[in-house]
C-alpha cells in the first residue's frame, strides 16, 4: 500500500513538472513563427534577424523608421496589417517606444495616419491606433483621435512622390472642431509603413497649419524600391 502511495506521488510530481515545463515553453514561443524562442525579445534568433533595421538610425524624408518592409519585416507588416488579430503589435509598441525613450518627454500628444473608415468596418481595428494607445499607456503623453480624417481611399501602389501627394491632399483633411487642441503643441505622428512618405507628410503639414509647434513623423517600417531614388535617405540629428 506503501509502495502504491509512493507510485502515485512521484506519478503526481512527474505531471506537474511536465504542466510546468509545457507552460514554460508555450510561454517562450516566437509571437511570428511559433518556434521556441529563449531570446530576451519577443521574437527568434532566426525572425529578429531577419529584419533589416534602419542601423544607421537615418531619417527619410524627415521621417524616422525602424526597420525596412523587406524580408522578416515585410512578413510582420502584412500579418499584422491584414491579420484578423492584431498580437504584433506587443512586438511594434516595443520598437517605437524605445525609439522615443530618450525623447519623449519634449511631446505632449500622439496622434497617428488615419485609415478609410470603410477599412476599419472590415478589419474592425486600426494598427496605427492601437500603438497610438499603447504607447499613450506608457507614458504622459495624451492620444488626439480623429483630429486627421482620411475621406475616402486610393489604390496608390506604383504611384511616385508627386502623385502620392497630390492623391493625400484630396484624401485627408483637418479634424476642425478638434484643431485648437494641437496649437502650440509638440506632437508624435505615427505611421505603419511610408513608401513615398507624401501621405505622412500632408498629415504633418495639416496638424502645422492647425498651429502644431514640433511634429515628430516616426513610421514602423519604409517600403524598399529601386524606382525612388528622388527620396534619399537623410542623416539628421536625433531629437
Not at 509545457?22 to 534577424?49: D, G, H, M, P, R
Not at 542601423?55 to 521621417?63: E, F, P, R, V, W
Not at 515585410?74 to 517605437?96: A, P, V
Request: with cysteine.
Amino acid at each position: 500500500m506503501m509502495q502504491n502511495h509512493l507510485n502515485k506521488m512521484k506519478k503526481q510530481k512527474g505531471n506537474y513538472l511536465t504542466n510546468l515545463l509545457v507552460k514554460f515553453f508555450a510561454s517562450k514561443k516566437c509571437l511570428n513563427c511559433s518556434a521556441i524562442n529563449l531570446e530576451a525579445n519577443l521574437l527568434c534568433y532566426n525572425c529578429w534577424n531577419g529584419l533589416n533595421f534602419n542601423q544607421a538610425q537615418g531619417y527619410y524624408n524627415d521621417i524616422h523608421y525602424i526597420f525596412e518592409l523587406a524580408n522578416k519585416g515585410e512578413e510582420l507588416i502584412y500579418k499584422n496589417k491584414y491579420g484578423k488579430d492584431n498580437y504584433l503589435n506587443n512586438i511594434f509598441f516595443k520598437f517605437l517606444f524605445s525609439e522615443l525613450a530618450s525623447s519623449i518627454s519634449n511631446y505632449s500628444l500622439i496622434t497617428y495616419v488615419p485609415y478609410y473608415h470603410g477599412k476599419l468596418r472590415k478589419k474592425t481595428f486600426s494598427n496605427n491606433a492601437i500603438l497610438a494607445n499603447k504607447i499613450a499607456d506608457n507614458s504622459h503623453l495624451h492620444v488626439l483621435h480623429d483630429i486627421l480624417l482620411k475621406k475616402y481611399a486610393i489604390d496608390q501602389v506604383g504611384l511616385n512622390y508627386i502623385e502620392r501627394q497630390k492623391n493625400a491632399k484630396k484624401i485627408f483633411a483637418l479634424n476642425n472642431t478638434k484643431a485648437t487642441l494641437v496649437a502650440g503643441k509638440n506632437i508624435i505622428l505615427l505611421d505603419d509603413v511610408i513608401t513615398t512618405s507624401a501621405t505622412i507628410n500632408i498629415c504633418q503639414d495639416l496638424l502645422y497649419k492647425a498651429g502644431a509647434k514640433k511634429v515628430f513623423c516616426l513610421a514602423l517600417a519604409k517600403r524598399v524600391s529601386k524606382h525612388m531614388d528622388e527620396n534619399k535617405t537623410i542623416n539628421l540629428p536625433k531629437l
